[in-house]
């Protein structure tokens, strides 16, 4: 199982150049980079990133994160993915454009 974070291409660029990241601004707000399941991913982009282009997916194996990430309750009662230290280039397992369409966000096939 992967669990996903959707950054803003800026955010994205500046990770990539950097090689780690603490996340977006409501990330350092929180204390800990949000990310989702695959099960969460559509309802995460639809509140957080309604309408906006110009997104990227990325996909991190939790077990690679270690013990830095732990399951926490909630938006609706769930339990989702909260790390507790930088995201870095080497955590990443793949990352691919997250394209606005009509109807919402267009992610890879199969995800979803």
Do not use: C, N
Request: charged share 20%; no cysteine; hydrophobic share 45%.
């Amino acid at each position: 199982m992967l669990i996903y974070k959707i950054f803003h291409r800026p955010e994205w660029d500046e990770m990539k150049a950097k090689g780690e990241t603490l996340g977006a601004p409501v990330d350092l707000a929180d204390g800990f980079i949000h990310f989702s399941t695959a099960a969460q991913l559509m309802e995460t982009a639809a509140k957080h990133f309604a309408g906006q282009s110009d997104l990227v997916l990325v996909a991190a194996d939790p077990d690679h994160l270690g013990a830095a990430l732990k399951w926490e309750v909630s938006r609706g009662g769930a339990l989702f993915p909260h790390l507790y230290r930088s995201f870095t280039m080497e955590d990443v397992v793949w990352d691919t454009s997250l394209p606005l369409g009509a109807s919402g966000h267009i992610f890879p096939e199969g995800l979803v």
